[in-house]
């Protein structure tokens, strides 16, 4: 990978309204919690963790011009994050993304509605063809599955043409699939349970099956694969290792951005030349220190704090 350039992260960014109950939710009724509204986005959140743990992050996305798109952009520039090639649309029927969950009084998700429209009808082809130039002096390029197929193959053409590795966020189960005809160009991918099925079409319900999926996607041309499985912790696999390792206890506020949290620490790793194994730990920690928290993005992220939480 080249030295001392940009990392060119490429998805989503979005507004995340969670509501949080403080009793069992009943059907049909309203039930008391808390209700947070916060910046997010699968592509936004990578590009803010990684730019808190201090590398060099350029951004590709679409915001509205609106209340919503310029708290994104004023947030991700006080993280550093370069966005002055973020498309900012000037029609008023294309707004900001935005993302609502509905969690339960343990934290865990019961339901969420997306509304990502403006990243399939504005991050198109052309787009990313005009900042070609950003693809020739990247490190590494991470993307999500919130882009159009179409899109996601000149992504992958200029990837190829300046040999730079990608990783990937599968974003959902019912996305994840835009990303099988690419698999054997994939230096990473993070799906969890649901997104390791669609991608490899093997089912996971425990940690063997998942490290059956795990090496399915190696061979399919991943060249690492993690899946993560929630309080179980995770696997990896490469063509030469895997394993499992076990989720950190931690009291989850919000899980929300904790599979984020993930890759991204794992992408920090590989760039700092750990094992897969340390990078795979350094990963568990950051979703643990993201459970914790009320943001989708942790905003106290560091290496220290990575490193105190790390598994031995």
């Excluded at 001392?4 to 109950?21: C, Y």
């Excluded at 006080?78 to 649309?89: K, W």
């Excluded at 061979?219 to 989720?247: C, D, K, M, W």
């Amino acid at each position: 990978m080249k030295k001392n350039s940009h990392l060119l992260v490429i998805g989503a960014a979005s507004i995340d309204t969670k509501g949080r109950a403080s009793r069992p939710i009943q059907a049909g009724t309203s039930t008391p919690g808390t209700i947070r509204v916060s910046v997010g986005g699968v592509g936004r959140n990578l590009a803010e963790n990684l730019a808190r743990l201090g590398e060099q992050v350029v951004l590709l996305s679409a915001v509205g011009d609106d209340g919503s798109g310029r708290r994104i952009l004023h947030q991700a520039r006080e993280c550093g994050i370069d966005v002055s090639h973020v498309l900012v649309s000037t029609t008023a029927e294309q707004h900001t993304a935005a993302y609502l969950a509905v969690l339960d009084e343990t934290g865990n998700l019961v339901m969420s509605i997306d509304d990502m429209g403006i990243h399939r009808r504005l991050m198109t082809p052309g787009y990313i063809h005009r900042h070609r130039a950003l693809f020739r002096e990247a490190q590494m390029v991470i993307l999500d599955a919130n882009l159009s197929p179409a899109t996601l193959r000149t992504i992958f053409r200029l990837a190829r043409q300046h040999a730079v590795p990608v990783c990937a966020d599968p974003t959902t189960a019912s996305l994840a699939p835009r990303l099988r005809p690419h698999l054997p160009d994939l230096l990473l991918v993070t799906p969890n349970a649901a997104e390791a099925e669609a991608l490899c079409g093997l089912p996971v319900t425990d940690r063997e099956s998942a490290l059956l999926a795990a090496h399915r996607l190696v061979s399919l041309g991943v060249q690492i694969a993690i899946i993560t499985l929630g309080a179980t912790g995770l696997v990896y696999a490469t063509s030469q290792e895997s394993g499992h390792i076990p989720a950190i206890e931690v009291e989850v506020v919000d899980l929300t951005g904790a599979g984020d949290a993930l890759t991204a620490a794992v992408i920090f790793g590989l760039l700092h030349n750990l094992s897969i194994a340390e990078a795979v730990r350094l990963g568990t920690s950051a979703a643990a220190l993201t459970l914790e928290c009320r943001e989708t993005v942790c905003p106290t992220l560091s290496l220290e704090q990575l490193y105190d939480r790390l598994v031995i």
